[in-house]
């Protein structure tokens, strides 16, 4: 929006300012920590061994297929499909930055109240719903900007547990557990932006509603990694507020009026 109402001149000194800003709140924020333990090169691999960490990286990798398959295309797919005017594309696009905001900071909650596991499984479900909204309803606005949110919200609450997973469940080998979480969703990315665009490149008719039908395919392979990482490694934990958990509609009450608060 900047470069086109001021100057693109104007798109790179807000990066730099919010860079600025970033590391200034990393400073105040972020608690000291020791370095990293050396366990060696070889150890670094030992996470593979594991079906957790496989779990995890084929969630990420699924997850960000999914949700890629439709962003990638969210313009065609919000004017074309849907009707909106180039004018609307910017706000729309504000309201997806709110929503991946959103996600976040409801899926930390949720990964604290529950499980992580949990939380990434119900945002792969939320992908799921969304890009099959977007395959049957796309030519319906509201219905279109509802499951630009979820898509959106999903994608960023799904990184954030599965970031936390795979350095709990790397076995000692956290920098190869961090990069590779990276691997499997830059990968998943670009995987995501090739499928979506193959209905259009096939000319299939109305080809954006068939690359959410392809990234609601991943997105629900995406929750079902996530629902057998949770049975076999997050079952057998015990909490404290289990009546919350058969009865989430209070849970998401309170969570919202705390956000309020």
């Not at 594991?50 to 797919?77: D, E, K, N």
């Not at 998943?188 to 068939?210: I, K, R, T």
């Amino acid at each position: 929006a900047l470069s086109v109402w001021v100057s693109w001149r104007y798109t790179f000194l807000l990066a730099a300012i919010c860079s600025v800003f970033t590391v200034y709140i990393l400073h105040k924020w972020v608690p000291f920590m020791p370095a990293m333990e050396d366990t060696g090169f070889r150890s670094q691999f030992r996470m593979f061994k594991h079906l957790g960490a496989w779990l995890i990286l084929l969630a990420t990798f699924c997850g960000s297929v999914g949700v890629f398959s439709v962003s990638s295309y969210i313009r065609p797919i919000l004017t074309i499909n849907s009707g909106f005017s180039e004018e609307m594309l910017t706000p729309l696009m504000v309201v997806a930055g709110m929503a991946m905001v959103a996600g976040n900071l409801l899926s930390g909650r949720f990964s604290d109240k529950f499980t992580p596991g949990r939380a990434a499984a119900f945002s792969g479900g939320l992908i799921f719903v969304g890009t099959i909204l977007i395959h049957f309803y796309s030519y319906y606005a509201v219905i279109m900007v509802m499951a630009m949110i979820m898509c959106y919200s999903g994608q960023f609450a799904l990184s954030c547990p599965q970031q936390l997973l795979i350095i709990r469940y790397s076995y000692g080998a956290a920098l190869m557990g961090g990069a590779s979480i990276q691997i499997a969703f830059n990968f998943g990315n670009a995987l995501g932006a090739y499928l979506g665009g193959l209905p259009e490149h096939h000319n299939v008719p109305d080809p954006y509603s068939y690359s959410a039908l392809i990234g609601a395919a991943f997105a629900i392979l995406s929750a079902i990694c996530m629902v057998w990482y949770v049975d076999r490694y997050e079952k057998a934990r015990k909490y404290n507020n289990l009546k919350k958990i058969y009865d989430i509609r209070i849970y998401i009450c309170d969570m919202i009026k705390n956000l309020i608060i």
